[in-house]
């Protein structure tokens, strides 16, 4: 059964929230949320690491089945309870296979969901901060190819790695538990930079070029109509304005958010 009493961004919004409070040692990890948001924000980019990378995330919602009947405990997919996300199938699973287009010059694009079954556990993670603690994310790297109307899931079991892309149930022995994420953030310090104006330039042609490469692949003629999102020369605008022009496309397109994590050295 679903959690009842929360949405997807309710979720996300706790999980971002503990990821700007998290207390890493120099680690940090910055949101950046579309414009409206930041508007209200005064000093937004002070959060903003000195280096760091970027990665992207988009929020589920998780169903918990448990009993013996449920479809992948009836065919021996698992041994006991497990949590189901589903894919939006809507015009052949398009924004999966939009994430999967993102994914392939953004390696750190990820699934989250929540791995507690209540809006109570809710509740208490979240006052307790242990949103994140009890989260499971998923990398899009790690999905199949979905070009068809069928009902596609991904399935994992509590406190277990590996998880399962379905129809056809394929085994991978990789995800990420929230508990892990100061791991998971320090495994990509190889990769990080100044933040900068040219940072932001790269991450906004890296937006750009996976929307474009979408668009080409769901209708080439809507791929030559310009957006006025991205249909920017980035060279004028500043960092601030780059990352926030970035994240309102990838918020529209793709429906997930930035967040960049480095250092404040």
Same mark, same amino acid.
């Given at each position: 059964?679903?959690?009842?009493?929360? @949405?997807?961004?309710?979720?996300?919004?706790?999980?971002?929230?503990?990821?700007?409070?998290?207390?890493?040692?120099?680690?940090?990890?910055? #949101?950046?949320?579309?414009?409206?948001?930041?508007?209200?924000?005064?000093?937004?980019?002070?959060? /903003?690491?000195?280096?760091?990378?970027?990665?992207? !995330?988009?929020?589920?919602?998780? $169903? !918990?089945?448990?009993?013996?009947?449920?479809?992948f405990i009836a065919d021996g997919t698992y041994n006991g309870p497990y949590y189901r996300i589903a894919l939006h199938r809507k015009n052949s699973n398009q924004? +999966?296979?939009? &994430?999967?287009?993102?994914?392939?010059?953004? #390696? +750190?694009?990820?699934?989250?969901?929540?791995?507690?079954?209540?809006?109570?556990?809710?509740?208490?993670?979240?006052?307790? +901060?242990?949103?994140?603690?009890?989260?499971?994310?998923?990398?899009? @790297? $790690?999905?199949? $190819?979905?070009?068809?109307?069928?009902? +596609?899931f991904i399935t994992y079991q509590e406190g277990v790695l590996g998880h399962h892309f379905h129809s056809d149930p394929k085994r991978r022995e990789k995800s !990420?538990?929230?508990?892990?994420?100061? %791991?998971?953030?320090?495994?990509?310090?190889?990769?990080?930079?100044?933040?900068?104006?040219?940072?932001? %330039?790269?991450?906004?042609?890296?937006?750009?070029?996976?929307?474009?490469?979408?668009?080409?692949?769901?209708? #080439?003629?809507?791929?030559?109509?310009?957006?006025?999102?991205?249909?920017?020369?980035? $060279?004028?605008?500043?960092?601030?304005? /780059?990352?926030?022009?970035?994240?309102?496309?990838?918020?529209?397109?793709?429906?997930?958010? &930035?967040?960049?994590?480095?250092? @404040?050295?």
């Amino acid at each position: 059964m679903a959690i009842v009493g929360i @949405s997807e961004f309710t979720f996300g919004f706790a999980f971002l929230y503990e990821q700007t409070h998290a207390q890493w040692g120099n680690l940090k990890a910055a #949101p950046v949320l579309p414009s409206l948001i930041q508007e209200q924000q005064q000093g937004w980019d002070a959060n /903003l690491p000195l280096n760091g990378t970027d990665f992207y !995330y988009q929020f589920k919602l998780s $169903d !918990y089945l448990s009993r013996s009947n449920a479809k992948f405990i009836a065919d021996g997919t698992y041994n006991g309870p497990y949590y189901r996300i589903a894919l939006h199938r809507k015009n052949s699973n398009q924004q +999966h296979q939009r &994430l999967r287009d993102h994914a392939v010059d953004n #390696p +750190h694009t990820y699934y989250v969901a929540p791995e507690f079954n209540a809006l109570e556990h809710f509740n208490t993670s979240f006052l307790a +901060h242990e949103i994140t603690t009890r989260s499971r994310l998923i990398a899009l @790297s $790690d999905c199949d $190819d979905v070009a068809d109307e069928a009902q +596609h899931f991904i399935t994992y079991q509590e406190g277990v790695l590996g998880h399962h892309f379905h129809s056809d149930p394929k085994r991978r022995e990789k995800s !990420y538990f929230g508990r892990n994420m100061e %791991q998971l953030y320090g495994e990509s310090r190889e990769e990080w930079r100044a933040v900068d104006l040219g940072f932001a %330039q790269n991450v906004f042609e890296k937006a750009r070029a996976s929307v474009l490469r979408s668009r080409e692949r769901e209708d #080439p003629q809507l791929a030559r109509a310009a957006l006025p999102i991205m249909d920017v020369p980035p $060279d004028r605008l500043t960092r601030n304005e /780059l990352l926030n022009r970035t994240s309102d496309m990838l918020s529209a397109f793709l429906g997930v958010t &930035l967040v960049i994590v480095g250092t @404040s050295e």
